[in-house]
């Protein structure tokens, strides 16, 4: 059983909005904190945005502050990304993450679970 399965990416104009979806079993959900990382070609994995298990505590990188929302429904084993104002820079495979931890964290050796990715491609 996939533990994280994103939905959403796209191809969307400078400007437009997406959302994202990562779904979750129970286990890899149960608890934790989750989060957004993102790699585009030839650049490491990068840190988007994480959130807490009780969804009361939320990280941005600065670059989509502001611009990006994530949020998660417990009940449905979900968490969100909403990305509006998106740029050409924006564009990279998309990774949902799960850490066994109720805290959030920033380094993407620090989550146990992690999707198999969304693209996002924003043309100028």
């Known amino acids: 059983q996939v533990p994280l399965v994103e939905s959403g990416g796209g191809l969307v104009q400078a400007g437009g909005s997406l959302r994202l979806s990562c779904a979750a079993s129970g286990r890899t959900f149960s608890n934790g904190a989750m989060g957004w990382f993102r790699q585009a070609p030839g650049k490491e994995r990068e840190f988007v945005a994480s959130?807490?298990?009780?969804?009361?505590?939320?990280y941005y990188i600065d670059s989509v502050q502001g611009r990006f929302t994530i949020s998660r429904d417990n009940a449905k084993n979900t968490v969100y990304l909403q990305m509006n104002s998106l740029k050409p820079e924006d564009t990279a495979v998309y990774y949902c993450?799960?850490?066994?931890?109720?805290?959030?964290?920033?380094?993407?050796?620090?989550?146990?679970?992690w999707g198999q990715g969304t693209q996002v491609t924003v043309s100028s």
């Open positions: 993450a799960a850490r066994q931890s109720e805290f959030t964290d920033t380094s993407p050796g620090h989550y146990d679970y």
């Open positions: 959130i807490n298990w009780r969804g009361t505590y939320t």
